[in-house]
């Protein structure tokens, strides 16, 4: 359904790799709903994705850039500005990598180069993208900023490893750049703390099936899918939420709050009469 929310708004968005990524869907609900933005990412990843199949899509332009490099980002706001005609009115942040993860090393034994690199593509880079913005004046009045999460932030799950520190970071970011962008400027900045959600990166992550299963099992509404995200991301980006600011929002069908569910149980249950 297109509403035209984001009508007449300009945004950047950070992270669509291909068509299973959040930020995908992002994209093209956004220009579904009426926004023009520019898309960016790593030049490694642009390589590796298919963004301009999405930009084509999207009648957008993808601008490269290394979201933990400071010159790249004041480039891309720089340019966004000019190739969009005026100030930023939303940034999605959808970017997470964890060297450890893909090197296999465990959370008690991790290589702390990686530790440092996964933190700062992660967690840090959303400061800096803000940073930038902020440095720049780049965003307008009653802007909105979104960083993508996961409940690991708060909970411990196996293998997720180091990337539940950076989540963390992230959140804590948000609720710190969040208290100045409003108070200054009154820019709002939130986390969405969504599903375990079959994209290329989040399945990356050894045992993300079962992830999802036990998630799927355990939340009421079951497990939130990439474009029911991005059509809550949409929400926050839209005038309907000029107040929220500051919170890290679960979209996770009700798993953040469950204990044990009727389904679980049966499961539990059954395998014990084996």
Same mark, same amino acid.
């Not at 902020?134 to 293998?159: C, K, P």
């Not at 963390?168 to 970011?173: D, K, M, N, W, Y």
């Not at 029911?228 to 919170?247: G, H, N, P, R």
């Given at each position: ?11 950047? +968005? ?9 930020? #995908? ?13 520019? /898309? ?93 913005? #902020? ?6 009045? #009653? ?54 959600? /079959? ?18 099992? /355990? ?14 991301? +949409?929400?926050?980006?839209?005038? *309907? ?26 499961? *539990? ?6």
């Amino acid at each position: 359904m297109k509403n035209n929310l984001l009508k007449g708004k300009r945004g950047i +968005i950070f992270g669509a790799l291909d068509d299973k990524s959040i930020a #995908w869907k992002v994209a093209k609900q956004a220009h579904d709903e009426g926004a023009k933005f520019v /898309l960016t990412n790593a030049p490694i990843a642009l390589r590796m994705g298919s963004i301009d199949q999405l930009a084509k899509e999207t009648n957008s332009k993808v601008i490269a850039a290394d979201a933990t490099n400071m010159d790249d980002l004041d480039n891309l706001f720089k340019e966004s500005i000019k190739e969009l005609g005026g100030k930023i009115d939303f940034v999605l942040h959808s970017i997470g990598m964890s060297v450890n993860v893909r090197k296999g090393r465990s959370y008690y034994d991790q290589n702390y180069d990686f530790t440092i690199k996964g933190m700062d593509v992660s967690a840090i880079s959303f400061h800096k993208v803000m940073q930038a913005a #902020w440095n720049l004046d780049a965003m307008n009045e #009653w802007g909105s900023i979104v960083g993508l999460s996961y409940i690991a932030a708060q909970r411990v799950f196996h293998t997720y490893n180091d990337m539940a520190d950076n989540k963390a970071v992230l959140e804590s970011i948000a609720r710190s750049f969040g208290y100045h962008y409003g108070v200054r400027r009154n820019v709002r900045v939130n986390t969405i703390s969504q599903s375990p959600t /079959l994209t290329t990166a989040g399945s990356g992550v050894k045992g993300f099936d079962v992830f999802y299963r036990f998630s799927d099992d /355990l939340a009421p509404l079951g497990n939130a899918s990439a474009d029911e995200c991005a059509s809550y991301t +949409i929400t926050l980006f839209s005038d *309907y939420t000029k107040k929220v600011t500051m919170q890290n929002l679960f979209h996770d069908g009700g798993f953040s709050f469950m204990g044990m569910s009727e389904e679980s149980m049966s499961n *539990y249950l059954n395998s014990s009469k084996k």
